[in-house]
Structure formats: C-alpha cells, structure tokens
C-alpha cells in the first residue's frame, strides 16, 4: 500500500504557518495602535468635546453651550483672513521649497565625497529650533541695528516686518530656508532608488542631462514629490512657533495664520471654545488636502515606488 506525500508548493508556506505568521504581524501593530489612540484619537475627540462648551481654560467651570463657539467662530470676518493667510503661505512656500529641494537632492544624490560634506553642511538648520531661527532673523532684519545698517546697504535696511507684503515674504523665506534641507533629503533618498540602468539606456540613446531629468528622474519622484508636497501642507497648516516669535501674526493681520488666531483666542483671550472649534477645522482641512494629494498620486502609489526601488 503506498502513501501519498502532498507536498506544498516550492516557495510558499503552508497555509497554517501562513496564518500563523499574518497573526503574528497584527500583533506587533498592536502597540503602534495603542500609542496612536492615546494620543491622537482620544485627544481629537476631547477638543471635539470642548468646542462644544465654554471655558476659559484656568476654571473647573466647564458649562455646555451647544454650538454657541462653533456661530462665533464661523461669523467672525477674521476667520476667512486667517484662511486666505494660511492658503497663501502654504503655497508660496511650496512653490519655493519644492524646486530647490528637488534640485538639491538631486545634487546630493552624487556619490563624490565633495557632495556628502555639502549634505552635513546644509542639514544645520533641521538641528536649530524655529523659535531660535526667528529670533535670529528678527535681529538680523531690524532696520535699525541689524544687518543692513551694519553693512550700509539700503535694500537691506527695509522694514521688512513692518509691511505686511514684506513680512510675507520674509515669513515664506524663513520656512523655506528652515525646511528645505529635509525635503532634500526625501529626494535625495528618491533618486537613489531610480535603477541606474535606466539612466544608461537614456545615453546610449543620446540624451543629456537636462533631458534624463525630464524624462527619467522627475518621473520617478512622482510619489516622492507627494509626500514631500503632503509634508509641506501639513505642516504649513500647523505652523505656529516661528511666526508667532517673528512677527505675532502683524503687521496688523497680515501673518495671522489660523493656528496663531487658534492660540490668541485660547491662552490670549481665555476662549477654550472657539479656540477648539477652530483646531477642528484645521484637522479637516488637513485630512482633505492630505486625502486630495493622496487621490493625485493614485491608488497604485506604494507598488509603483517599490518595483523602482
């Protein structure tokens, strides 16, 4: 009598094993999970809670008043200011962060020992504090004393905190230059993972540089470039530290961005209500912007970058 041995296939574990090891995997999310409920999910629902009521935020008096914070917020005329201030920051400085980052990691991206010093060199800034850059610049650009008196150099002496287009500007300049180092090095991982191959068949082809960027390099950073952009948005919705110490959301309203008129309402005017009410619109309006850069970059996004890594 002869016995027949089933052997599974070559190269794929049984069905039990693959069972076993699929377990094993959601349990080491479980930590991850927990983290991110206690302190993301739980705190969500808590400000969630507080836009609901009025509080000033020293007293244990914390009475409901219904959707009484939520008909102030929405009425307050500042409130599509603070939105059109921090759309228009979020998009300059993508407009400038995005171009100098990419050429920049792809510059780093060089294997010459001369390029990885310049990367040590340039990363300083991610090392410093926003509220020490601010500082820092704030000096350097007081029309008094700062470096274009020092130098005697007219331009350089303007009030640039004093105008709200300038401060703008300078608000734009600053996070650029505070920030662009980390984007670069997001490309600069990128292009590393382009297949080096594809590069060779572009010059057996006769393709120069300029055409290899075009045709090979920006293609493959497709999804590189929407994290990066769903970095920047991000963070542009949350930035609150630097400007706050650079210019306190002046001259006048001019730099008001909606996380500084969210603090200014909760610890300046002891409105915990509206001040929750207008946090929760910020976690909307990232979650939209993130999901519409996540739709642009397709469903197909993960796959993609791995087969060209």
């Known amino acids: 009598m002869s016995t027949i041995v089933t052997v599974p296939p070559r190269g794929r574990p049984p069905a039990a094993t693959r069972v076993r090891g699929s377990g094993s995997l959601v349990w080491l999310a479980v930590p991850a999970l927990l ?37 102030a917020v929405l009425s307050d005329p500042g409130l599509p200011h603070a939105l059109w201030v921090t759309f228009l920051i979020m998009a300059l400085s993508w407009l400038v962060q995005t171009p100098a980052s990419i050429l920049i990691g792809v510059f780093l991206a060089g294997h010459q020992r001369y390029r990885a010093l310049i990367a040590v060199l340039y990363f300083i800034p ?31 002496a303007q009030d640039w905190l004093g105008e709200g287009p300038l401060a703008v500007g300078v608000v734009i300049f600053v996070v650029s230059w505070q920030f662009i180092p980390f984007h670069s090095l997001l490309y600069q991982g990128g292009v590393r993972q382009i297949p080096r191959s594809m590069y060779e068949a572009a010059e057996l082809d006769g393709a120069g540089r300029v055409r290899k960027f075009f ?39 001019a730099t008001r961005v909606l996380a500084l008129d969210m603090y200014k309402r909760g610890y300046q005017a002891n409105l915990m209500g509206p001040a929750s009410a207008i946090a929760v619109i910020l976690v909307l309006v990232g979650l939209a912007l993130a999901l519409v850069l996540r739709r642009l970059g397709g469903r197909d996004g993960s796959a993609s970058q791995l087969e060209g890594a």
């Open 35 to 71: 983290v991110f409920v206690a302190f993301g999910v739980i705190p969500l629902l808590g400000v969630l809670a507080l836009s609901f009521t009025t509080w000033d935020g020293l007293s244990q008096d914390i009475s409901f008043s219904g959707l009484a914070s939520w008909s």
């Open 215 to 253: 045709s090979i390099t920006l293609p493959q950073l497709k999804y590189t470039i929407i994290t990066s952009s769903t970095l920047m948005v991000v963070g542009s919705l949350t930035l609150f530290d630097l400007i706050f110490v650079l210019t306190a959301g002046g001259p006048g309203d």
């Open 126 to 156: 991610l090392l410093l504090s926003s509220a020490a850059i601010a500082i820092t610049y704030k000096a350097l650009l007081d029309p008094n004393f700062g470096l274009g008196a020092g130098l005697g150099l007219d331009f350089l």
